[in-house]
T-cell receptor, first 113, second 112 residues
Framework: GENVEQHPSTLSVQEGDSAVIKCTYS??????FPWYKQELGKRPQLIID?????GEKKDQRIAVTLNKTAKHFSLHITETQPEDSAVYFC????????????FGTGTRLKVLA | SAVISQKPSRDICQRGTSLTIQCQVD?????MFWYRQQPGQSLTLIAT?????????ESGFVIDKFPISRPNLTFSTLTVSNMSPEDSSIYLC?????????FGSGTRLTVV
């Protein structure tokens, strides 16, 4: 069935360093890949997304890359700050029809001051 | 993006009872989704609720356990029936907008 694998499960970086989280999806028909940030006790919030007709998208310190051939996509956070500490979830969707999201298992990011 | 009001925000319930969770959206949306997030885990889709039709349940979830209502394009309820401690979780509704999913604030359910 449809599956999204996410690595690593935990990630600790020093403030100012970069963080990279990787996801792999199984359904080749997926064409929309959002990333959500969930702070403790809060709802998940969309931080960036990418569609399959684009290879890379950037928004300030955050970027997402997509390799459709390999069915990989990654989140890159540069110049990390303590407020980036949260759990990050990737997801894959067909963005049409059911609009169903399959979420990855999550990455707990800790930015050490 | 849409604003979703979800309630209750939390509840502690006795096993064997039922709890109904409500989600109200500030705009009309075709599809609403109900997710479960167990402690420290990812988000698992329970069902998709379309107005005017039966909800579509994912594998492992059944209507008798999680009945859903969708009476109009701005409102939906999820009931967790005959609860057991294994149902302790956070339940979230969500809708699709032009900005992807927007989630409700969640309902933290503890079954004792």
């Amino acid at each position: 069935g449809e599956n999204v694998e996410q690595h690593p499960s935990t990630l600790s970086v020093q403030e100012g360093d970069s963080a990279v989280i990787k996801c792999t999806y199984s359904d080749s028909a997926s064409n929309y890949f959002p990333w959500y940030k969930q702070e403790l006790g809060k709802r998940p919030q969309l931080i960036i997304d990418i569609r399959s007709n684009v290879g890379e998208k950037k928004d300030q310190r955050i970027a997402v890359t997509l390799n459709k051939t390999a069915k990989h996509f990654s989140l890159h956070i540069t110049e990390t700050q303590p407020e980036d500490s949260a759990v990050y979830f990737c997801a894959a969707s067909k963005a049409s029809g059911t609009y169903k999201y399959i979420f990855g298992t999550g990455t707990r990011l800790k930015v050490l001051a | 993006s849409a604003v979703i009001s979800q309630k209750p925000s939390r509840d502690i319930c006795q096993r064997g009872t039922s709890l109904t969770i409500q989600c109200q959206v500030d705009s009309q949306v075709t599809m609403m989704f109900w997710y479960r997030q167990q402690p420290g885990q990812s988000l698992t889709l329970i069902a998709t609720a379309n107005q005017g039709s039966e909800a579509t349940y994912e594998s492992g979830f059944v209507i008798d356990k999680f009945p859903i209502s969708r009476p109009n394009l701005t409102f939906s309820t999820l009931t967790v029936s005959n609860m057991s401690p294994e149902d302790s979780s956070i339940y979230l509704c969500s809708v699709v907008t032009g900005h992807g999913y927007t989630f409700g604030s969640g309902t933290r359910l503890t079954v004792v």
